[in-house]
């Protein structure tokens, strides 16, 4: 790209794109002040992420755990968390290319943020601003990334002070929160994007940070057949066979029993992840879900089989027997082959929701009619899957785990 390279910028979100998510602030920090703070730290999470508080209410109530806490543990915390995966490489060959980088966040601080850019050679920082006093933290924070169009604000801060004009600006992030950056950026990149960001982003990947890279430097990403990667095999092989979960139904057990039985092992699932986050193994289960889990996911807590738990249960608890089944079959064929056929056949990727691809869900959609087949008749079969493969491309704030049983599942109620 020659010296043109020298004027472009990239600029990062840092949570969910160079370290995980959540596992600073919620596990490493506050998950080692004990069992209360950990579940209050929680709780304003989740209420930030469904939409309830504003993202500065719950970082403010999450700091406000820390008062008191020696910086230099902090900083230390901070250095031990891992970076997702790929995450040195991908900027030691930007900067060989020309590239600045920038790191963005509103929940790290600066100064914090400022020792991450010298390990990955980023160029410029923004962040949070946190209160000291003698060496601990008060728990006050401030700062343009705080506010609801803050790092729109920091970027054109950072732009400014430099003195930069750049003829193009790339932007990699995760979360809504980043959709005023998005606005300055002449390309948008998706890295494991919410529902809100994937569908303003050009491109929205789920896989190695790595793939950006020939996003930035060709605009563009190789079609063509994609082979499975080690862990979605093992992934989409769990997913499919809950399918059994409504034969044995069917043949051999109750129901509600199977729901009881899915629910414990969900619980069991939630403990043995939470340990995980605190660098301690559960055997067999912690084992299963590094083999099944994306490589982007290995750092952060796997929430995608209590969703999937959740769905069974909803499918075998909600509706009539035979509904709850099509339900079952349409969220573990349907979805399960839709993820196969979307890697391994996908050339077409959906406008509104650019991590989907046309071809999975043709293919998902096939096996869940399929499936469906065994328990109701083909108009209903044909219309439950249709139904759910509609919901599972679509961009929606509820995991799809969940949306597309409920949706099967309703759209045979109404016809009853």
């Known amino acids: 790209m020659g010296s043109e390279v020298q004027n472009l910028l990239i600029v990062f979100d840092v949570e969910g794109v160079i370290i995980p998510q959540i596992r600073f602030l919620l596990f490493e920090v506050v998950g080692r002040m004990g069992i209360w703070p950990f579940i209050k730290a929680a709780f304003f999470g989740l209420l930030y992420q469904i939409g309830f508080v504003s993202l500065k209410k719950?970082?403010?109530?999450?700091?406000?755990?820390?008062?008191?806490?020696?910086?230099?543990r902090l900083l230390l915390v901070f250095q031990r968390v891992p970076l997702m995966p790929s995450v040195?490489?991908?900027?030691?060959?930007?900067?060989?290319?020309?590239?600045?980088?920038?790191?963005?966040?509103?929940?790290?601080?600066?100064?914090?943020l400022e020792k991450l850019a010298e390990r990955l050679g980023a160029d410029y920082v923004s962040g949070l601003e946190i209160g000291l006093s003698?060496?601990?933290?008060?728990?006050?924070?401030w700062g343009d990334v705080l506010e609801p169009?803050?790092?729109?604000?920091?970027?054109?801060?950072?732009?400014?002070?430099?003195?930069?004009?750049?003829?193009?600006?790339?932007?990699?992030?995760?979360?809504?929160?980043?959709?005023?950056?998005?606005?300055?950026?002449?390309?948008k990149i998706g890295y494991n994007p919410d529902f809100v960001l994937s569908y303003k982003s050009d491109y929205a990947l789920k896989g190695d940070l790595s793939d950006i890279i020939p996003i930035i430097k060709g605009g563009h990403v190789e079609k063509?057949?994609?082979?499975?990667?080690?862990s979605s095999v093992p992934r989409e092989i769990i997913h499919i066979s809950g399918f059994f979960v409504a034969l044995v139904g069917v043949t051999f057990v109750n129901r509600y029993t199977i729901a009881f039985l899915i629910f414990l092992a969900a619980m069991l699932y939630t403990a043995s992840e939470t340990e995980r986050m605190f660098g301690i193994y559960l055997p067999l289960v912690s084992k299963i879900t590094l083999i099944a889990a994306r490589r982007s996911e290995i750092q952060e807590f796997v929430a995608s089989p209590i969703f999937y738990a959740l769905g069974l249960i909803m499918s075998l608890?909600?509706?009539?027997?035979?509904?709850?089944?099509?339900?079952?079959?349409?969220?573990?064929?349907?979805?399960?082959?839709?993820?196969?056929?979307?890697?391994?056949?996908?050339?077409?990727?959906?406008?509104?929701?650019?991590?989907?691809?046309?071809e999975g869900t043709i293919g998902g959609f096939f096996f869940a009619f399929l499936g469906s087949l065994l328990f109701v008749d083909p108009l209903r079969a044909?219309?439950?899957?249709?139904?759910?493969?509609?919901?599972?491309?679509?961009?929606?704030?509820?995991?799809?785990?969940v949306t597309i049983s409920l949706a099967s599942g309703l759209t045979l109620m109404a016809l009853m």
């Open 317 to 358: 608890t909600l509706f009539p027997e035979s509904i709850g089944y099509v339900a079952i079959a349409v969220l573990t064929l349907g979805d399960g082959f839709a993820s196969v056929f979307g890697i391994k056949f996908g050339q077409r990727r959906v406008p509104f929701n650019k991590s989907k691809k046309f």
């Open 88 to 112: 040195e490489q991908v900027f030691k060959d930007l900067k060989e290319d020309g590239f600045k980088t920038i790191l963005i966040s509103s929940g790290i601080p600066r100064i914090v």
């Open 149 to 187: 169009e803050g790092k729109s604000v920091a970027l054109k801060k950072i732009l400014s002070d430099e003195g930069l004009s750049p003829c193009y600006c790339i932007g990699v992030a995760d979360d809504r929160n980043n959709l005023s950056m998005f606005q300055l950026c002449n390309l």
């Open 134 to 141: 003698e060496g601990r933290l008060t728990g006050e924070i």
């Open 382 to 401: 044909f219309l439950a899957s249709a139904v759910g493969m509609i919901v599972e491309i679509l961009p929606l704030p509820l995991n799809d785990n």
């Open 224 to 230: 063509g057949s994609q082979g499975l990667c080690m």
């Open 58 to 72: 719950s970082l403010k109530e999450i700091y406000g755990l820390l008062r008191g806490l020696p910086y230099e």
